[in-house]
């Protein structure tokens, strides 16, 4: 059974940090991309970043490069996502994505990020 788990989310303040983690299970994870997307409320799904199988190669958007980076370990099936410097545009929720040519995409629940005063 395919699973793909955040977690991580919480309440932040802006200029605050925040890691977020997603656990893979039931998949070859090592040969999969994975990615980060977000929604924020009534807007479409947005690719914050991404990452290679072997972790040798990583893409972000443009309003998160240099704030946010993503990490994954294959030995352990997660990906991470460190965000800091956080805006309350980045209040949203949070996606964990697997993908492999040819393959099926799997996604999680998702995690809830709010940066408020």
């Known amino acids: 059974q395919v699973q793909l788990v955040e977690s991580g989310g919480g309440f932040v303040q802006p200029g605050g940090s925040l890691r977020l983690s997603c656990a893979a299970s039931?998949?070859?994870?090592?040969?999969?991309?994975m990615s980060w997307y977000r929604q924020p409320p009534g807007k479409e799904r947005e690719l914050v970043a991404s990452i290679g199988s072997t972790g040798g190669t990583t893409t972000y958007a443009n309003s998160m490069k240099g704030r946010f980076t993503i990490s994954r370990d294959n030995a352990r099936n997660m990906v991470y996502l460190q965000m800091s410097s956080l805006k309350p545009e980045d209040t949203a929720m949070y996606y964990c994505n697997a993908r492999a040519p040819l393959m099926n995409t799997y996604w999680g629940q998702g995690t809830q990020v709010t940066v408020s005063s």
């Open positions: 039931g998949f070859t994870f090592s040969r999969y991309a």
